[in-house]
């Protein structure tokens, strides 16, 4: 009798510590899902703004050069501006909640503001250097997005948040 209560514990025991090792298993296999995740979720962002700051300038160059040359308001490109820079806000919001950086932050909103000023200038071949500037900003974003989060990424272990 005494060796089949030793048996009974042990194999109990077995269980208890198979069922514990597995349960801490899968709660890492799942902390490592929902980062993954994230830092999925992080680089589509970043991916989705420069491509809707190009956009944005775009518009807002073709707007200011019509007016330039012809002298009057375009409503079809003022209609393809207003849509292009909604689409940069939205890429910009979503960056915002995803990404923790104040320095992609702060970069993402001084290239709206950037693009924005297009409409002030008044001479043509200013406009085409400004949007030439816009152009290799755009490009500077890109590189400090992807220094930035990839440090960020390295240094926390993927959660996104600066420690």
Do not use: C
Not at 44 to 50: M, S, V
């Amino acid at each position: 009798m005494g060796d089949q209560v030793v048996v009974l514990i042990g194999t109990l025991a077995g269980a208890a510590l198979g069922y514990l090792f597995q349960s801490l298993s899968t709660a890492r296999q799942r902390r490592y899902e929902v980062a993954d995740r994230a830092r999925r979720e992080r680089l589509e962002a970043a991916a989705a703004l420069p491509a809707a700051l190009v956009a944005y300038r775009h518009a807002q160059i073709a707007r200011r050069m019509n007016r330039l040359t012809s002298g009057e308001r375009s409503e079809p490109l003022s209609r393809e501006v207003r849509a292009a820079r909604a689409q940069a806000w939205s890429a910009l919001y979503q960056l915002d909640l995803l990404v923790d950086d104040d320095q992609v932050q702060g970069a993402a909103y001084a290239l709206m503001n950037q693009i924005r000023a297009l409409k002030e200038i008044s001479d043509p071949a200013r406009l085409d250097e400004a949007g030439t500037e816009v152009h290799w900003a755009i490009q500077e974003f890109i590189k400090l997005a992807r220094t930035r989060l990839a440090f960020v990424e390295a240094r926390t272990g993927g959660s996104g948040r600066r420690g």
